[in-house]
C-alpha cells in the first residue's frame, strides 16, 4: 500500500545519490558510489592528519559510519512507505552504510599510514568483494534482519553483512600491513 509522498532529498539519500538507479545490478553500482563517498572522506582526514590528533582521525570514520546508517534508516523508510515496496532495489543507502562498515578495518592504515597504491587497491577488493558476497547470500542472521519493520529491515542486512565481512577483513589486512613491512619493495 502506498503512502505519502517522502521528502526530495530521502529520495537522494535512499538512492545513493541516483546510483540506485544504474542498471544492470544496482546494488553493486550503489556500492562502488559507497566505496568513492568512502574514500573522499578518507582522504580529506589524510589531509588533516597532521593537524588532528590521532584518536580524532580514528573516531571521525566509525561516528559518520553510524550517522549514515541512521539517515539510511530514515530515507529508506520515507521512500518504502511512498511506494509500498519493502526493498526496492533502487535503495542503496543501505549498501553505503554496510559497505562503510565493512571497510572500518583499514581505518588505521588508510589515515595514518602512507600506502602505495597498489597496496591500497587489494586493500579495498576484499572487504568490497566480501561485503557483496554476504549481501547477496544473506547467511543466518543477516537474512533474519530483513524482517525488521520499515527502513530498519532494509538497512540493517547490509549492516550486517558489512561486520562478517570486517571480521575477515581485520585479519586480512593485518597480514598486507604485516607483509608490507616485510617486503618493502613488494607493492609499489
Do not use: N
Not at 557483496?132 to 540493517?156: E, S, T
Request: one cysteine or more; glycine letters at 10%; a positive charge.
Amino acid at each position: 500500500m502506498k503512502g505519502a509522498r517522502a521528502p526530495r532529498m530521502a529520495w537522494w539519500l535512499a538512492t545513493g545519490f541516483g546510483s540506485g538507479y544504474l542498471r544492470p545490478a544496482p546494488g553493486t553500482w550503489g556500492t562502488l558510489a559507497g566505496l568513492g563517498a568512502w574514500l573522499l572522506v578518507v582522504s580529506g582526514l589524510r589531509h588533516c592528519a597532521g593537524s588532528c590528533p590521532p584518536w580524532l582521525l580514528l573516531a571521525a570514520v566509525p561516528l559518520l559510519t553510524l550517522a549514515l546508517t541512521l539517515v539510511a534508516v530514515w530515507a529508506s523508510a520515507q521512500v518504502v512507505r511512498e511506494t509500498g515496496q519493502k526493498d526496492p532495489s533502487f535503495i542503496v543507502a543501505d549498501e553505503w552504510a554496510g559497505l562503510w562498515v565493512a571497510l572500518t578495518p583499514l581505518l588505521f592504515t588508510a589515515t595514518l599510514q602512507p600506502q602505495p597504491m597498489t597496496l591500497w587497491v587489494a586493500r579495498l577488493v576484499a572487504p568490497f568483494m566480501l561485503f557483496r558476497l554476504f549481501d547477496i547470500w544473506k547467511p543466518g542472521i543477516v537474512d533474519r534482519a530483513q524482517a525488521l519493520p520499515g527502513g530498519w529491515g532494509v538497512v540493517m542486512d547490509d549492516v550486517l553483512a558489512g561486520l562478517l565481512a570486517a571480521l575477515i577483513t581485520w585479519p586480512l589486512d593485518q597480514w598486507l600491513s604485516a607483509q608490507s613491512l616485510l617486503h618493502p619493495g613488494l607493492w609499489r
